[in-house]
């Protein structure tokens, strides 16, 4: 078998390949002997059926068919093993020469996951993971958490008396703008006075009232109204109190905590706060790490994408958008008015969020190559049982779940962790070892 590879831009290739008469002849043999399986010919067995009934047919077409199919994924295996090509999506395939004992020339077109040469990545690693922020959590965070967590687990008393700010209310509410009710609020709404993010005044004209009673009254929209069409606008609203409840907030003491789980008094509970505060920031300030050394590798390291790729995951990208803005109730239009951009304008900047995606997966799988990092059977095992079960959990059919995608999928995002994880090792490794060296004992002069 021979072949001749062209590298052509953005990630592709063309590939002229020719098989000899010789190794045609097992394909040749078993695609005859697949086609013709269940034919019977004029009442010739098929290891006996002669050319000469075959020539000119639908059967001759299909073992042409067949042995090309066949030659081509076996030498096309060998070919991208031995060149280390992963071929995307379907390859454009053209047929210059077959026929039976003569050889077999094929032309293949196809874009190729890129394999760029990553320069530099354990010194940008090491500026990077250096600029690691020290963290902290203060005595006045840690208070606030414990309020946030006293006020969601207070009780609501329903009272018959005037709205006043603190209070939780439900209403029904209707909007208009120009005389045109308009559909930017809820027609019925639930929360705490003075905290309900709507319009400025517009939640001191609740207080005051009571259940039952109803109100129409102005405001002035505010400029930066998401709305492009009616910021800034007069709208006019017609109020009715569905209910009044008052909020009464738990006792801070040691019950209280022993109530929330495994703590023995207020203490406990505060130190558990305040160790998962400070783990939450870790985990934010090593994304950001993370972010900006794939941002810096990507600016240090240019390559192309295969067109194909950056289609394919810019369109994931927006149907993901889509799906989270119908999740906030937010049409599509709408939410183009409120960022102030066309479709297009949208389109081109997720395309660009689509190619630094693309180049940080292939930096990071370039280097899990090059410093031979790949997660073991046990941790792909335990990472599927885990999302499994918590499909399970949900109440959704895991038969459903293509599990050899979902393999993959685990198996790269597994691999990218352990990648990160090597390059900030590289870091503490580097910095014990000076460590190491200060603590040396310097040696004294001699008399």
Do not use: C
């Given at each position: 078998?021979?072949?001749?590879?062209?590298?052509?831009?953005?990630?592709q290739?063309?590939?002229?390949?020719?098989l000899?008469?010789?190794?045609?002849?097992?394909f040749?043999?078993?695609?005859?002997?697949e086609?013709?399986?269940?034919?019977?010919?004029?009442?010739?067995?098929?290891?006996?059926?002669?050319?000469?009934?075959?020539?000119?047919?639908?059967?001759e077409?299909?073992?042409?068919?067949?042995?090309?199919?066949?030659?081509?994924?076996?030498?096309?295996?060998?070919?991208?093993?031995?060149?280390n090509l992963?071929?995307?999506?379907?390859?454009?395939?053209?047929?210059?020469?077959i026929?039976?004992?003569?050889?077999?020339?094929?032309?293949?077109?196809?874009?190729i996951l890129?394999?760029?040469?990553?320069k530099?990545?354990k010194?940008?690693?090491?500026e990077?993971?250096?600029?690691?922020?020290?963290?902290?959590?203060s005595?006045?965070?840690?208070?606030?958490?414990?309020?946030?967590?006293?006020?969601?687990?207070?009780?609501?008393?329903?009272?018959?008396?005037?709205?006043?700010?603190?209070?939780?209310?439900?209403?029904q509410?209707?909007?208009?703008?120009?005389?045109?009710?308009?559909?930017?609020?809820?027609?019925?709404?639930?929360?705490?006075?003075?905290?309900?993010?709507?319009?400025k005044?517009?939640?001191?004209?609740?207080?005051?009232?009571?259940?039952?009673?109803?109100?129409?009254?102005k405001?002035?929209?505010?400029?930066?109204?998401?709305?492009?069409?009616?910021?800034?606008?007069?709208a006019?609203?017609?109020?009715?109190?569905?209910?009044?409840?008052?909020?009464?907030?738990?006792?801070?003491?040691d019950?209280w905590?022993?109530?929330?789980?495994?703590?023995?008094?207020?203490?406990?509970?505060?130190?558990?706060?305040?160790?998962?505060m400070?783990?939450?920031?870790?985990?934010?300030?090593?994304?950001?790490?993370?972010?900006?050394?794939?941002?810096?590798?990507?600016?240090?390291?240019?390559?192309?994408?295969?067109?194909?790729?950056?289609?394919?995951?810019?369109?994931?990208?927006?149907?993901?958008?889509?799906?989270?803005?119908?999740?906030?109730?937010?049409?599509?239009?709408?939410?183009?008015?409120?960022?102030?951009?066309?479709?297009?304008?949208?389109?081109?900047?997720?395309?660009?969020?689509?190619?630094?995606t693309?180049?940080?997966?292939?930096?990071?799988r370039?280097?899990?190559?090059?410093?031979?990092?790949?997660?073991?059977?046990?941790?792909?095992?335990?990472?599927?049982?885990?999302?499994?079960?918590?499909?399970v959990?949900?109440?959704?059919?895991?038969?459903?779940?293509?599990?050899?995608?979902?393999?993959?999928?685990?198996?790269?995002?597994?691999?990218?962790?352990?990648?990160?994880?090597?390059?900030?090792?590289?870091?503490?490794d580097?910095?014990?070892?000076?460590?190491n060296?200060?603590?040396?004992?310097?040696?004294?002069?001699?008399?």
């Amino acid at each position: 078998m021979q072949h001749k590879i062209k590298y052509l831009p953005q990630s592709q290739i063309e590939l002229e390949v020719s098989l000899s008469d010789e190794e045609m002849k097992p394909f040749w043999k078993t695609a005859r002997n697949e086609v013709l399986e269940n034919v019977n010919l004029n009442g010739f067995r098929k290891s006996a059926i002669p050319d000469e009934l075959i020539k000119n047919t639908d059967l001759e077409e299909k073992i042409f068919d067949e042995a090309a199919n066949q030659a081509f994924k076996q030498s096309i295996k060998k070919i991208t093993e031995e060149l280390n090509l992963e071929l995307i999506g379907t390859p454009e395939i053209n047929i210059t020469k077959i026929a039976p004992d003569n050889e077999f020339v094929y032309i293949l077109k196809s874009a190729i996951l890129p394999h760029p040469e990553i320069k530099n990545y354990k010194e940008i690693s090491g500026e990077i993971f250096k600029k690691k922020n020290k963290l902290e959590v203060s005595e006045k965070e840690v208070e606030e958490a414990l309020k946030w967590l006293q006020k969601s687990r207070s009780s609501f008393n329903k009272v018959d008396r005037i709205i006043k700010k603190g209070d939780f209310v439900e209403l029904q509410i209707k909007a208009f703008v120009d005389d045109k009710e308009i559909k930017d609020f809820p027609e019925k709404d639930q929360f705490i006075i003075g905290e309900g993010g709507y319009p400025k005044d517009f939640e001191k004209q609740i207080e005051g009232m009571k259940e039952g009673g109803e109100k129409e009254f102005k405001i002035k929209l505010p400029e930066d109204f998401f709305n492009e069409e009616i910021k800034g606008k007069e709208a006019k609203f017609q109020v009715k109190v569905l209910s009044v409840s008052e909020i009464k907030l738990p006792e801070l003491n040691d019950d209280w905590a022993k109530s929330l789980g495994n703590f023995q008094n207020i203490k406990d509970l505060t130190d558990s706060i305040k160790e998962g505060m400070i783990e939450e920031k870790q985990i934010k300030e090593r994304d950001r790490l993370r972010l900006l050394l794939l941002n810096k590798l990507i600016e240090e390291n240019e390559f192309e994408l295969p067109e194909i790729l950056v289609k394919s995951e810019t369109e994931n990208q927006m149907h993901s958008l889509e799906h989270f803005l119908q999740d906030q109730n937010l049409s599509f239009d709408d939410y183009l008015k409120k960022i102030k951009k066309t479709t297009k304008d949208l389109e081109d900047e997720v395309r660009k969020e689509a190619e630094k995606t693309l180049k940080g997966f292939i930096i990071l799988r370039t280097i899990a190559s090059l410093e031979n990092i790949v997660p073991n059977d046990n941790e792909i095992e335990k990472a599927m049982n885990d999302i499994l079960n918590q499909q399970v959990q949900r109440g959704e059919d895991i038969n459903q779940i293509d599990k050899e995608s979902l393999k993959e999928y685990i198996k790269e995002r597994l691999t990218s962790e352990k990648v990160f994880q090597y390059l900030e090792n590289l870091v503490k490794d580097s910095e014990e070892n000076n460590n190491n060296e200060n603590k040396k004992e310097i040696p004294k002069n001699k008399k």
